[in-house]
């Protein structure tokens, strides 16, 4: 069954508000068995609202929008679908004396304007909404079904979960939908592409689909099944998946969004380990990855972000010999990082960065962009020199999250899974 999402609202249209009502609803209801067909932004404005509605209603039989409900003049969608269906807006009393309630509880007073919001169509469905003071609304449009929701996220999630898709499933029949996805770090799109292409040209033609998802350091392969019955659906997803961990081994961190840092998280818990970081070019965002973890305290020791010679001399004990011969930015600088923060805090395992993030300070033989990390642990010491490219937060995002990698493969190495 396929759906449309519709968000009101200028400040989406300007870049003033991120739209991450769409991302959660269409997550919500894909995970509910609706596939979302298109989203579309469109202006605090009747006509826009009625033409954009009007095309939805010509591809879709479920159309969800929010935005526009607020107690001021520029919220129009209320009044807007109350025209588009014909309705009368009528005073609900129970939404008033809830509206009543909400200002009492918060001790504030209740103005006309805040009244209006128990005002609404006498022909929908009225959603209540315990999270705030817009109403949802359902309306019933021959065989579709119109949803209107309020803007502010958490009463939008609230009103979703609790009304809009238990309704949903009641009143259409939900379609099969099965996702699987395999977190990958280290090779680019394109390598990627070529490795697993005799294994996508053996996918089914009918029902299975696999997408590329890119970013800074990482690709996403989702596998998606649709249609037909769900068990079968996620056996030949399961029996696909397998495949893959076979084809890319070393290349597969977690699954389904799980974060370099959570599987880091998990195997230094398992095996009672600890761990220390000293950064230089990073700046401290390996430890803020690191400490986003709850419970990351039984196993992080603590950080040197150490960006300045005087600080890498002061408080890592860089010897400064080696610093005036080879260079902040080199294998031996940031190897003695490494074994320096093992020392100092008493580690099992210490990760270090050095490295010219850039945008400026390169030179023909150290350009913007090459980065030193290195891994220490009771094994010794080892290093890595990579090139990345010249923008300052991508080499600064890619950099940690190879640090963080190579700490995985480490920890996997001695440890397993």
Not at 40 to 48: A, T
Not at 95 to 103: A, G, K, P, Q, S
Not at 385 to 395: A, H, L, P, Y
Request: charged share 20%.
């Amino acid at each position: 069954m396929k759906a449309e999402i519709i968000t009101v609202g200028d400040e989406i249209l300007i870049g003033q508000t991120v739209d991450t009502n769409s991302a959660w609803i269409g997550k919500a209801m894909n995970a509910a068995g609706f596939f979302i067909n298109r989203i579309s932004s469109i202006s605090d404005d009747p006509g826009e609202i009625k033409s954009c509605l009007t095309e939805a209603l010509g591809r879709v039989k479920i159309i969800i929008i929010t935005g526009g409900l607020g107690p001021t003049k520029d919220d129009l969608t209320k009044h807007t679908l109350a025209d588009y269906f014909g309705s009368t807006l009528v005073m609900n009393q129970a939404v008033l004396e809830r509206v009543e309630e909400f200002f009492k509880k918060f001790d504030r007073p209740m103005l006309e304007v805040n009244r209006n919001q128990a005002l609404l169509p006498d022909n929908c469905r009225v959603l209540d909404n315990l999270k705030g003071t817009a109403s949802g609304m359902w309306f019933e449009y021959g065989d579709a079904v119109v949803v209107s929701l309020p803007g502010v996220p958490y009463e939008m999630e609230h009103l979703m979960e609790t009304q809009v898709l238990p309704g949903l499933k009641a009143h259409f029949k939900a379609d099969t939908i099965v996702h699987r996805t395999i977190m990958t770090h280290g090779i680019g799109e394109s390598f990627l592409a070529e490795m697993v292409a005799d294994w996508e040209d053996s996918l089914p033609a009918e029902g299975l689909k696999l997408a590329y998802l890119p970013s800074p350091g990482m690709v996403k392969l989702r596998l998606s099944a649709y249609g037909g019955e769900e068990q079968q659906r996620i056996a030949q997803v399961a029996a696909k998946v397998n495949e893959l961990y076979t084809l890319i081994p070393d290349y597969i961190y977690g699954e389904e969004d799980e974060q370099l840092e959570s599987v880091i998280g998990r195997l230094l818990t398992k095996n009672g380990k600890t761990l220390a970081t000293a950064e230089s070019c990073t700046g401290g965002n390996i430890d803020r990855l690191i400490t986003s973890v709850a419970g990351s305290s039984v196993y992080f020791k603590g950080s040197v972000v150490a960006y300045s010679n005087f600080a890498k001399q002061q408080f890592l004990g860089i010897d400064p010999a080696l610093l005036e011969k080879h260079g902040a930015e080199s294998t031996e600088v940031v190897e003695q990082m490494a074994l320096n923060a093992l020392q100092l805090f008493q580690a099992d395992y210490a990760v270090a960065t050095s490295g010219l993030a850039g945008p400026g300070g390169g030179t023909s033989d150290l350009p913007v962009g090459t980065i030193f990390y290195a891994i220490a642990s009771s094994k010794g010491v080892e290093s890595f020199k990579q090139k990345f490219g010249s923008d300052r937060i991508r080499n600064i995002e890619r950099s940690t999250l190879a640090v963080l990698n190579l700490l995985r493969k480490e920890l996997v190495k001695d440890f397993g899974n």
